[in-house]
DNA sequence: CTGTTAGCGCTTTCAC
DNA sequence: GTGAAAGCGCTAACAG
């Protein structure tokens, strides 16, 4: 185990030298100097230990990426959640920060977390209100809030505009002819994304003179699971033409139960799903959905974190990335009655 | 901040009692001491500082997760990783481990994060077999490798029975009447997981008279994006009757891509997929599968790396778990001829 | 059962 | 440009 003492040693310099170099400190060491140390680093495979480095420091070099837990189900088994965290932890490691993933519904776990390991900063993803008053220490760590609304004042935010998205499913959906319309989310009551989006729906309906019944959206996670629910909607004398689903993945199980049910995609019913997810091309029918770049907002996400990490002073910011439509083909266009 | 010497001091100890206290050290404290200790503790919000106590003891509660990167797509795109990942995961918080999930073909990287972290084991999925010799800090940390296939003595591993996995292919779609059959792998070059599901396949076939030609063997992991070896394979005169995926995500590409070519499955092509991830019941028709049991999997491979952290000595350990096959509708029974 | 002490490997004033 | 020395917060002998 080769120490920076050792490399100082056999360097002939002191420590302090070599913590200059290693950090890249300008104008601190003499061109010369650095050379020589660096083929010493190289050579003697260094690497410096990362736990002395956060205790002298007072800061690790790592990101708590904190995921609101929905049950116990796999983390990962969301397909949004795994493609979002593998693009931030791409991005984390290709800036120097190491990603601590985190997925819980105990926030006594995530304020152990970011104080225990000294983290530089913390992402956030789609946490429920009700837990952020709970989290003491985020005023000690910058911190970026994603898939989630709140009104913490210096609250960092980059998000999707579901409202915009719900109300480009409402324009689509109408303009192709439908009027009786539902909608379904993942855990309405919970999840103010899913509000969100509901919201923008029912926006973009009213032009048409179309109001959403409240049997018309289905209010629990279990709803894609739970037959009954869905029947009732289905079988009603009045069944909707078309549902927008708040996900693909809801929207592929819909498409799975209606399957069961016998009833065809889209000739009875029109799905639309959101995110643009690669499940969404291996439907069948493929899912005509709303894209929202995943990639893109993880790359603004780490930006922003690193951003409010190097400049403590700086104000709070908020961004809104826009959705964009995708038709595949399921939604059918209704001939006019 | 409050750190263990405030608590020694508001707790009229020393630190050493408060830190045997903190870390359960049976018998040196006397159980009022201990409660009292307890107390303080909890009420003035004291977190232990990771980095700190990693210093001290040469060691963190750090397990890293290393995924062998293939290109570089999104590492959790692929919904066997995000499955695993997120199954680790859990399992490693639920024994108070933390997850460094590392996602790299540059085995630097994975050295410099071994031994920069202090790593108190390492957990491994998919390895290339050309990197493990790169790795010379493995035989420093408790390991334990996955999806992998080396004889690097000392090393533990759990497995997928991989050989009866494809043996059970081979005769599963052989009973069924098949006997014009293909394989599509991920990246049979350097993954011997898939070799293995080749091996088995092909040993399964044998009794039924049935060898794979080299055409009937697609062999980069751009098969199923690239349409024309697809085409090749199954534009043949004896084009084969069913085709068995060393993935399910393989294969929901492929029915994807015959599908686009307006061949149909099963009626003229029946796929057999790997995994039985979640993504085989949407697709259409639902997918027919080899079930492999990834949250066992996690659970065997967290217990294993803390026994070899608990106890050094311990001599390697090789655990395969066995595959199920899952029937549903992508294989369509042959008429004799 | 409890306390003293000497580090763990690195950063960071502050002198030179 | 370079170095000496004082910690960062915790653990682990070793004494008592």
Redesign the interface.
């Known amino acids: ?1 080769v120490t920076l003492k050792d490399i100082a040693k056999k360097a002939g310099v002191s420590m302090t030298t070599v913590s200059n170099v290693i950090n890249g400190n300008q104008g601190r060491v003499s061109e010369e100097t650095v050379e020589r140390i660096k083929t010493i680093i190289r050579e003697s495979g260094y ?6 480095r ?2 002298a420091q007072r800061e ?1 070099r790592i990101i708590a990426v904190i995921i609101q837990a929905v049950g116990k189900e ?4 969301n ?1 949004y959640t ?2 979002y ?3 931030l ?2 991005e984390l ?1 290709q800036n120097g920060y ?6 819980t519904d105990d926030y006594r776990d995530v ?2 977390d970011l ?4 983290v530089a900063g913390a992402i956030f993803s789609g946490t429920f209100p009700r837990h952020l008053k709970n989290i003491k220490s985020l005023t000690m760590v910058p911190t970026v809030f994603t898939d989630c609304y709140f009104r913490i004042p210096g609250a960092n935010h980059v998000g999707v505009d579901d409202v915009s998205g719900g109300q480009m499913a409402a324009e689509y959906l109408a303009g192709m002819g439908h009027r009786r319309l539902a909608f379904i989310a993942n855990s309405i009551d919970e999840s103010d994304v899913d509000q969100h989006r509901l919201e923008g729906f029912r926006e973009g309906l009213k032009p048409f003179g179309v109001c959403l019944t409240d049997e018309s959206v289905l209010p629990t996670p279990a709803t894609v699971y739970d037959r009954e629910l869905l029947k009732a909607l289905v079988e009603r004398e009045d069944r909707p033409s078309a549902i927008f689903c708040t996900a693909d993945r809801v929207a ?2 819909l ?2 139960t209606l ?1 069961a049910m016998n009833i065809s995609v889209p000739e009875d019913i029109s799905v639309m799903g959101f995110d643009d997810l ?2 969404a ?4 029918p493929p899912l005509t959905t709303l894209r929202q770049d995943i ?1 893109q907002k993880a790359q603004l996400v780490v930006e922003m974190l690193i951003r409010h990490i190097r400049n403590k002073e700086l104000p709070e910011e908020r961004t809104l990335l826009g959705v964009k439509l995708v038709e595949r083909q399921s939604v059918k266009r209704l001939m006019e009655e």
């Open positions: 185990m690497v410096p230990n990362q736990a002395a956060s205790l690790s796999n983390i990962f088994r397909p795994a493609e965290v593998g693009a932890t791409a490691y190491y990603p601590l993933i985190r997925y304020e152990a104080r225990g390991w000294n592929a199980q498409m799975k399957n690669p499940m091309e291996i439907t069948t990639e």
